[in-house]
């Protein structure tokens, strides 16, 4: 009897996703954004992040090295939150910062059926499908300081690269309404 192989957030799987990560890239060259791009293993952490990063910038030489949180508050708003990599979150003073009700870590599943993305795999540009489905972004200031911002297209085992003001262009283009947290 064979074990049927759960979906995951490489390109391996990238044809279940209810939007394909080369729409958002074809979206990102009509708006005549440039990217770079970075193939490499999936990353699921931050920390097996920072042991792949041939070819990217540093942080000390303007890379914007990110982590996102998909959370939930008790009122069933969800959000998304880009923040710098190595911020320390406190959920109730960040709850206060975003004046939203108490959150919680939102599930996999309501993470696949609100951004269209797995675990692993959470990205700004998962506001794709999150603006339709309401949900709130959120990001950290430092972040427009940076010369380059890094993230994943949808899947993990790429990485893309553009100015925070691209990203900025491109989240506005969606519709999205960016709210940025000043730590």
């Given at each position: 009897?064979?074990?049927?192989?759960?979906p995951?957030?490489?390109?391996?799987?990238?044809e279940?996703?209810?939007?394909?990560?080369?729409?958002v890239i074809?979206?990102?060259?009509?708006?005549k954004?440039?990217?770079e791009?970075?193939?490499?293993?999936?990353?699921?952490?931050?920390?097996?992040?920072k042991?792949?990063r041939?070819?990217m910038?540093?942080?000390?030489?303007?890379?914007?090295?990110?982590?996102?949180?998909?959370?939930?508050?008790?009122?069933?708003n969800?959000?998304?939150?880009?923040?710098?990599?190595?911020?320390?979150?406190?959920?109730?003073k960040?709850?206060?910062?975003m004046?939203?009700?108490r959150?919680?870590?939102?599930?996999a599943?309501?993470?696949?059926?609100n951004?269209?993305?797995?675990?692993?795999?959470?990205?700004?540009?998962?506001m794709i499908?999150?603006?339709?489905?309401?949900?709130?972004?959120f990001?950290d200031?430092?972040?427009?300081?940076?010369?380059?911002?890094?993230?994943?297209?949808?899947?993990?085992?790429?990485t893309?690269?553009?100015?925070?003001?691209?990203?900025e262009?491109?989240l506005?283009?969606?519709?999205?309404?960016?709210?940025k947290?000043?730590?």
């Amino acid at each position: 009897m064979s074990e049927d192989i759960l979906p995951d957030a490489s390109t391996l799987f990238q044809e279940t996703l209810p939007i394909h990560p080369e729409i958002v890239i074809s979206q990102l060259v009509e708006l005549k954004i440039p990217i770079e791009k970075f193939h490499h293993l999936p990353l699921n952490t931050v920390s097996q992040s920072k042991k792949c990063r041939d070819n990217m910038l540093t942080k000390n030489d303007g890379g914007g090295h990110i982590k996102n949180l998909y959370l939930r508050d008790h009122k069933k708003n969800n959000y998304l939150v880009v923040l710098q990599e190595d911020r320390n979150v406190d959920l109730k003073k960040l709850s206060l910062l975003m004046q939203s009700g108490r959150l919680s870590f939102g599930s996999a599943d309501r993470l696949f059926e609100n951004l269209g993305v797995r675990p692993g795999a959470v990205t700004p540009l998962a506001m794709i499908t999150g603006v339709s489905k309401g949900v709130k972004f959120f990001i950290d200031s430092e972040l427009f300081e940076v010369n380059k911002v890094y993230m994943h297209p949808l899947v993990n085992d790429c990485t893309i690269s553009m100015t925070p003001s691209e990203l900025e262009y491109y989240l506005e283009f969606l519709g999205v309404y960016v709210t940025k947290l000043n730590f």
